[in-house]
C-alpha cells in the first residue's frame, strides 16, 4: 500500500497499489488477448494471405454491388433502430426518473426483465408473433381486417421492429441515469422563472440528458451493427445483414478468408462511424 | 455601464401576500395546518421553524409547486391559488442555486427575460444591470460551474430579480455557504430589499439569520403558524413556550401562583417572590392561586444576589468565560438547568463549581406559560 494516494481518495483504486491493480486485471486482459484478440487478428490476416499475400477478397467486396449494398442495408437499418429506439426509450427513461418507490421499481422491472431474457427467447417470441400463421395474422384475419395473411416475417420490418424491442434496453438506461442526475430543481427553475412544462423540459431536461441519449445511441448503434441473432431468426436468408452474411460465409461455405475481408471491413465501418459520431456529438461534451 | 444613458428602470414595486385558511395535506399527514398570513408590501418576511415545520411547504404552495388542499393564495390583488408556476411572476432563488448547467451566467439571466418574448437587444442591457446588481459585471460569459458558491447565488438572486417581480421567494438561499459568505451575503440581500422595495419571503431555520435580516418573522411548528411579529416581540414576548424556546437561550423553571389581582400576578419561583403583570402571561395560562406554571427567563434578565432571602438558590455547576461575558450553568433545587449571562469581571466572584450561589431574577422580562400538562 505504499502508493495510496491523497486521503481524500476512497475509491478502491485509491487504496490498491498500482501493481495490484495490474494483477487484478491481468486474468481479463489475458483471456480478452487469447480469445478474442487472437482469433480476429487471424481472421483478419486471413483475408489479406490465403496463404500469399493477396488482396482478392477485398477485391471482391469493392467488386460485387451485392456486398455493399448489405453494407448499406446494415448501416440504414442500425440508423433506423437507433433512432427508433431513442423515440421509443426517451420517454420510458423520462417516465422512469420521475417514479418513486414501487413503481419505479416495477418500471425499473419492465426494462431490466427483457434485459436479462435470452435474446435468443426473445427473437423467436417474433417469430411466434409475426409468422404466416402467427398471433398478429391470426388477429387480423380473426377480425375480418385482412383476407389473406400478410407477409410479416422475414422482412425488413420484422428486423427492425424486432431489433429495436432487443436493444431498446440499451437506449433507456444512460438517458434514465442522466436524466437522474438532473437535479429536480431545475425544472422547477425553468417554471418559475415563466417557462412552461414542455418549454422548460426543450430548454433544460433534454439538453442536460444528451450525454445519456449519446451514450444511449452509440451503444445501440454498434450492437446493431454487428447484430446477429435477431437478423438471422427474424430476417431470415433474405434480408441478410453484414454480420448474418459473415456468419453465412463461414459456417455454411467456410470461406474464411472472404468473411476475414467482410468482418475486417464491419470493423473499419464500425470504428469510423464510431469516430464521426463522437466527432459531431463533441460539442455537447463542452457543458 | 451607462446607466444615464439607457431609459429610467422603474424599480419593481413589492406587492402584497394574502394567504387565507390554507392548509396541505399529503396523505394523512398535514404538512400546513390552517395558515393565515398577510404580508405587506415591501417587507422581508421570514418563516423560520425547524424542519418539517410546515415553512418550506408553504413556499411550494406560494410559488406554484403544490396546490393547496385548502385556502386561497393572493398576490396583490391576483387570487394564485391554482395559477400554474410559469404565470405567476413571482421570483425564487433556491438553496443549491438551481442554475442551468448548460448556459453561460448571461444565458441563465437572460432565460426569464427570453420566456417572456424579450428580444436579445432589449434583454442585454437588462441582463447588464442585473449583473451590476449583484456586483459581477464582466461575469455574463462564464458558465455556472466556473463560479464560487457564493457568486452563483448571486447569479441567481439577479435572475430571479431581472423580470422586476413584485414578489421574492426565498428557500434557505444561504444554506449551502460557509459562515463568512452567508453574513456577507445576508447584507446584501438586505440591501437590495431595501433598494428594490420588493417582498421579499424568505424561508431559513437559522434563526439568527431570520433576527437580523427580518421585519417581521412568522415562525412555524407542525404547519402552523406559532407567533407572527417582529425580531424584538418574538424575542422579549413569546407568546407559548415553542417560540421563547426556539428564539434565542431561555431558561425555564417551574413557578407556582400565590396571588393576583385585576393587573399583577404574584408567582413563588423557586424561593424568589416575583410579581408580573399579566401581559406576561403567553397564550392563555389558567390563573389561580396554587397554579402551577412555567416561568422563561433570558439569560440576561437573571442576576446574581448576595442576598439569600428572596432569591433562587443554585448549586453552581461550571462558569464559562465568553470575552465579552460570562455564562453561568447552575441548577435549582428543582432540578431546572439555568444559564445565566454575567456581566465580565476580571474576579471569578467565587464561582466555584459545586458552589451555592444566589440568584434573582428581573420581574419585568419574564414571561409565564402554562404548565406542561
Known amino acids: ?287 | 455601464m451607462n446607466r444615464a444613458a439607457g431609459p429610467a428602470q422603474a424599480l419593481p414595486k413589492g406587492e402584497g401576500i394574502t394567504i387565507a385558511g390554507v392548509s396541505k395535506r399529503f396523505g394523512a399527514i398535514v404538512g400546513v395546518d390552517h395558515v393565515d398570513l398577510d404580508v405587506r408590501a415591501g417587507e422581508f418576511l421570514s418563516l423560520l421553524g425547524p424542519s418539517g415545520s410546515g415553512k418550506t411547504t408553504l413556499l411550494m404552495m406560494l410559488a406554484g409547486f403544490e396546490t393547496p388542499s385548502s385556502g386561497t393564495i393572493a398576490v396583490g390583488s391576483r387570487d394564485l391559488t391554482h395559477v400554474p408556476p410559469n404565470k405567476r411572476g413571482i421570483g425564487m432563488v433556491f438553496q443549491r442555486y438551481a442554475l442551468f448547467p448548460h448556459m453561460s451566467v448571461a444565458q441563465n439571466i437572460a432565460f426569464p427575460l427570453k420566456m417572456r418574448g424579450i428580444g436579445k437587444a432589449e434583454a442585454e442591457p437588462l441582463v447588464e444591470q442585473a449583473l451590476a446588481r449583484v456586483r459581477l459585471e464582466g461575469y455574463g460569459g462564464r458558465m455556472p460551474a466556473q463560479l464560487s458558491g457564493g457568486q452563483q447565488q448571486r447569479v441567481a438572486v439577479a435572475r430571479a430579480l431581472v423580470f422586476q417581480p413584485p414578489v421574492l421567494l426565498m428557500d434557505e438561499p444561504l444554506g449551502a455557504l460557509d459562515k463568512k459568505l452567508r453574513e456577507e451575503l445576508q447584507i446584501e440581500i438586505k440591501t437590495l430589499h431595501e433598494s428594490l422595495g420588493i417582498t421579499i419571503i424568505y424561508v431559513t431555520h437559522d434563526q439568527e439569520e431570520a433576527l437580523t435580516m427580518s421585519d417581521r418573522i412568522a415562525i412555524m411548528d407542525k404547519g402552523r403558524i406559532q407567533q407572527l411579529g417582529s425580531p424584538v416581540a418574538l424575542y422579549h414576548e413569546p407568546e407559548n413556550d415553542f417560540v421563547a424556546d426556539f428564539i434565542g437561550k431561555m431558561n425555564f423553571l417551574p413557578g407556582t401562583i400565590t396571588g393576583q389581582d385585576g393587573e399583577r400576578i404574584a408567582i413563588d419561583v423557586s424561593g424568589q417572590r416575583v410579581s408580573v403583570e399579566r401581559s406576561q402571561c403567553g397564550g392563555r395560562p389558567h390563573l389561580a392561586i396554587g397554579q402551577a406554571v412555567r416561568i422563561a427567563a433570558r439569560p440576561e434578565g437573571i442576576a446574581l444576589t448576595d442576598e439569600s432571602g428572596d432569591a433562587i438558590r443554585v448549586a453552581v455547576e461550571t462558569s464559562i468565560f465568553l470575552g465579552s461575558h460570562r455564562t453561568l450553568v447552575a441548577r435549582t433545587a428543582d432540578g431546572a438547568q439555568l444559564q445565566v449571562q454575567l456581566p465580565s469581571a476580571k474576579q471569578d466572584a467565587g464561582l466555584e463549581p459545586r458552589g451555592t450561589a444566589f440568584l434573582r431574577l428581573d420581574p419585568g422580562a419574564l414571561r409565564v406559560f402554562a404548565a406542561e400538562a
Open chain 1, 1 to 287: 500500500m505504499a502508493d495510496t494516494t491523497a486521503a481524500g481518495d476512497r475509491s478502491l483504486a485509491g487504496q490498491l497499489s498500482r501493481r495490484a491493480s495490474l494483477a487484478l486485471a491481468l486474468p481479463l486482459v489475458l483471456l480478452l488477448g487469447l480469445a478474442f484478440l487472437v482469433p480476429v487478428a487471424k481472421l483478419l490476416a486471413g483475408s489479406v494471405f490465403a496463404p500469399h499475400p493477396t488482396a482478392e477478397h477485398w477485391w471482391r467486396i469493392v467488386q460485387e454491388p451485392i456486398f455493399l449494398r448489405i453494407l448499406m442495408r446494415t448501416v440504414q437499418t442500425a440508423a433506423i433502430v437507433t433512432v427508433l429506439a431513442f423515440l421509443l426509450g426517451y420517454p420510458v427513461a423520462l417516465v422512469m426518473s420521475r417514479q418513486g418507490g414501487r413503481s419505479a421499481v416495477l418500471v425499473a422491472a419492465c426494462v431490466l426483465i427483457p434485459l436479462w431474457t435470452s435474446v435468443l427467447v426473445r427473437s423467436y417470441a417474433w417469430i411466434v408473433l409475426l409468422q404466416r400463421t402467427g398471433v398478429v395474422n391470426s388477429m387480423l384475419l380473426k377480425w375480418g381486417l385482412i383476407d389473406q395473411p400478410l407477409r410479416l416475417i422475414y422482412t425488413e420490418g420484422a428486423v427492425i421492429v424486432a431489433m429495436t424491442h432487443v436493444l431498446l434496453p440499451y437506449m433507456i438506461l444512460p438517458i434514465f441515469s442522466s436524466l437522474r442526475s438532473i437535479p429536480p430543481e431545475l425544472d422547477r427553475a425553468a417554471r418559475n422563472l415563466g417557462a412552461g412544462a414542455w418549454t422548460s423540459f426543450i430548454a433544460v431536461t433534454l439538453p442536460l440528458s444528451l450525454p445519456g441519449v449519446y451514450a444511449g445511441a452509440i451503444m445501440v448503434f454498434i450492437l446493431s451493427l454487428g447484430f446477429y441473432v435477431t437478423p438471422a431468426l427474424v430476417g431470415g436468408p433474405q434480408n441478410l445483414t453484414l454480420a448474418t452474411l459473415i456468419g453465412q460465409q463461414t459456417t455454411d461455405l467456410l470461406n474464411w478468408p472472404f468473411s476475414g475481408a467482410l468482418a475486417g471491413l464491419l470493423l473499419v465501418v464500425t470504428l469510423g462511424l464510431v469516430a464521426v459520431f463522437r466527432r459531431v456529438l463533441s460539442f455537447g461534451k463542452s457543458m
